[in-house]
């Protein structure tokens, strides 16, 4: 067997459920889940019919590189979204459907880095995304971590790390916006990371999931692709964007997202994903379409999500040391006591599950940036979100406040 395997961490979910084996929560209290970033929200019926009405295109093989409306569709939508000129995405060498970003985060290493290299690394933040550590350790590649924490509101001081790590650095991955800290890299952040990637000669893939999940409607987040342009490279040298229906438009089971950026660099993933075998189903692809050409139901998903952190930030206030997200639909509260026990003692108590911080990072010399944090996904109903609200109110009387 492949020995990198063996290197690959338990996923978060092994963990949390080993915590909480043998743990009896209360029987009168139903079960809330804050732990899954799994969207709860209704998925548009209209990207549903127009699945359901081409089931019999499965009759045919899809082609990887995707359907040429797709990338259209895909190519007209990333431009609007994020200020490039009309026709600057190529559709033809600039884009690429891929089966949800998971998919292709992972895939991307494998295409990228060059196990060869002397100690070929892959940067990350921490806590992250735990996709990115997979793809870099079986991409027989090194993770290293750039720690976010509240002391550097959550973005890491590139400029500041350690010259070595970049000359040794193939790939950086970045989250903007980030889970599970909602940060949202900005033009200044831009800039410096794409002098360093210049200067080291490494590829930047920048997860942007969340971006469709923001509270301003006049202030989406930035993208990477919008830097570039913004900095005057528009060509997208280097960079390379992730992006997914999933949780812009509560898909997460159709399993469908895009990569856009670099020419050459996705010439190069094509190739691969020649090989991954991993082609969108047709039926998948159409009902895409349908999906990125429509803003309404995206506008109406926002909208859910601001009524949840409206009503629970409310009913949080002054009992949790927790902040609102930039954008995403997290909350990264810090914990009176360690995480794990916080989350062990919330679902002893008040049978919520939450995600303890520490499993979404790794430990570092300045310690463990996920250690005193939980992370709250409002996935849940505006009712259930509510009522976890009330219940960690509760549950929090226990703690002093000068704890927190
Ligand atoms: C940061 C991040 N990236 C990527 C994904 C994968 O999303 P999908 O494969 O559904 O596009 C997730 C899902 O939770 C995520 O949190």
């Not at 915590?19 to 029987?27: D, I, Q, S």
């Not at 950026?261 to 159409?286: K, N, W």
Request: glycine share 4%; hydrophobic share 40%.
């Amino acid at each position: 067997m492949n020995p990198d395997l063996n290197h690959l961490h338990p996923y978060p979910f092994e963990k949390l459920a080993k915590l909480k084996a043998g743990v009896e929560p209360p029987e009168h209290l139903s079960h809330i889940a804050l732990s899954i970033g799994e969207p709860k929200h209704q998925p548009p019926a209209f990207v549903l019919d127009t699945l359901s009405q081409n089931l019999n295109r499965v009759a045919n093989y899809p082609a990887t590189k995707g359907l040429p409306e797709l990338r259209q569709s895909i190519a007209q939508w990333a431009e609007k979204r994020f200020a490039l000129s009309r026709g600057q995405l190529d559709p033809e060498t600039q884009v690429l459907p891929v089966n949800g970003t998971r998919e292709a985060l992972f895939a991307f290493a494998q295409a990228v880095v060059d196990r060869t290299a002397e100690q070929p690394l892959v940067v990350s933040p921490n806590p992250f995304y735990q996709i990115y550590e997979g793809a870099a350790l079986l991409a027989g590649a090194q993770p290293a971590f750039l720690n976010c924490t509240a002391d550097n509101h959550y973005i890491p001081d590139f400029a500041a790390v350690d010259p070595n790590i970049w000359k040794h650095c193939q790939l950086l991955y970045l989250c903007s916006p980030g889970n599970p800290t909602g940060a949202v890299l900005t033009l200044e952040h831009w800039r410096t990371l794409l002098a360093l990637a210049d200067e080291y000669d490494f590829v930047i893939a920048s997860d942007e999931c969340y971006s469709e999940l923001y509270f301003d409607e006049q202030a989406p987040p930035l993208g990477l692709l919008q830097a570039c342009t913004e900095l005057g490279r528009e060509d997208f040298s280097r960079c390379v964007v992730f992006h997914s229906l999933s949780k812009r438009s509560n898909l997460p089971g159709l399993r469908s997202g895009f990569v856009a950026g670099d020419a050459s660099i996705l010439a190069e993933f094509l190739r691969y994903r020649t090989y991954h075998g991993c082609a969108m189903p047709v039926p998948s692809q159409l009902a895409s379409i349908a999906a990125w050409e429509d803003e309404a139901h995206v506008r109406a998903n926002r909208d859910l999500y601001r009524q949840k952190f409206a009503a629970v930030l409310d009913i949080l206030d002054g009992c949790l040391d927790v902040a609102k997200p930039e954008a995403g639909f997290y909350l990264w509260p810090r914990t009176p006591v360690d995480s794990e026990t916080f989350a062990r003692e919330l679902f002893a108590q008040q049978n919520i599950t939450v995600l303890p911080g520490n499993y979404l990072a790794r430990d570092t010399e300045t310690g463990n940036p996920g250690d005193h944090h939980v992370r709250m996904a409002l996935v849940a109903s505006l009712d259930e979100c509510v009522e976890a609200a009330h219940r960690i109110n509760k549950f929090m009387a226990q703690y002093e406040v000068s704890a927190l």
